[in-house]
């Protein structure tokens, strides 16, 4: 298996960010059943290392496009923009917006107000799925963008992942 094959292409997916799950499960399921180590058992031992980093490999890239930032911050990679990191700047505007909500959402766990919570974890979702409807559009199709789209996509794949962060964070506080 060539692990320089992106990750679409190894799944038979077009590069685009709106993707057929149920298409991405099944490929990974099919390419599993033919590189899983269990298929190398009587083989050398070259052979059992190469089915490793085979399965390795096909289930990295499952969890990549499976998750919609990961899958977000790949398809910025393939067009040759550098992974998420530390540097990147979210607007003043959305991050003042997302500190009002924590605090909000702080409030309401030490409240013990469940309906807050889940309402502000409901506006949460609805923001994320903005997030993905807007990468949707901007990776429609599997032509290069332009450095305009990139920098708008990678701004919306920074909000998600900071969103993603706050809901998870917010499921442990009506969890608890």
């Given at each position: 298996?060539?692990?320089?094959?992106?990750?679409?292409?190894?799944?038979?997916?077009?590069?685009?960010?709106?993707?057929?799950e149920s298409?991405?499960?099944?490929?990974?399921?099919?390419?599993?059943?033919?590189?899983?180590?269990?298929t190398?058992?009587?083989?050398?031992?070259t052979?059992?290392?190469?089915?490793?980093?085979?399965?390795?490999y096909?289930?990295?890239?499952?969890?990549?496009l499976?998750?919609?930032?990961?899958?977000?911050?790949?398809?910025?990679?393939?067009?040759?923009?550098?992974?998420?990191?530390?540097?990147?700047?979210?607007?003043?505007?959305?991050?003042?917006e997302?500190?009002?909500?924590?605090?909000?959402a702080?409030?309401?766990?030490?409240?013990g107000?469940r309906?807050?919570?889940?309402?502000?974890?409901?506006s949460?979702?609805?923001?994320q799925?903005?997030?993905?409807?807007?990468?949707?559009?901007?990776?429609?199709?599997?032509?290069?963008?332009?450095?305009?789209?990139?920098?708008?996509?990678r701004?919306q794949v920074?909000?998600?992942?900071?969103?993603?962060?706050?809901?998870?964070?917010?499921?442990?506080k009506?969890?608890?």
């Open positions: 298996m060539d692990r320089k094959t992106d990750y679409f292409t190894l799944f038979g997916l077009p590069r685009r960010y709106a993707l057929d298409a991405l499960h099944e490929s990974w399921r099919t390419l599993l059943a033919r590189v899983h180590p269990d190398a058992v009587l083989a050398d031992a052979a059992k290392r190469q089915a490793l980093e085979d399965t390795a096909v289930n990295e890239a499952y969890r990549a499976k998750d919609p930032v990961r899958r977000g911050d790949y398809l910025l990679q393939c067009y040759g923009e550098a992974p998420l990191g530390s540097n990147d700047v979210l607007p003043v505007e959305f991050l003042s997302q500190l009002d909500a924590r605090e909000a702080d409030e309401a766990w030490r409240a107000d309906e807050r919570l889940e309402s502000l974890q409901a949460l979702r609805i923001a799925q903005q997030r993905q409807e807007a990468l949707s559009a901007l990776f429609a199709d599997d032509a290069a963008p332009s450095t305009k789209v990139l920098a708008k996509a701004q920074l909000s998600l992942q900071f969103l993603t962060r706050f809901a998870d964070d917010l499921d442990e009506i969890d608890a």
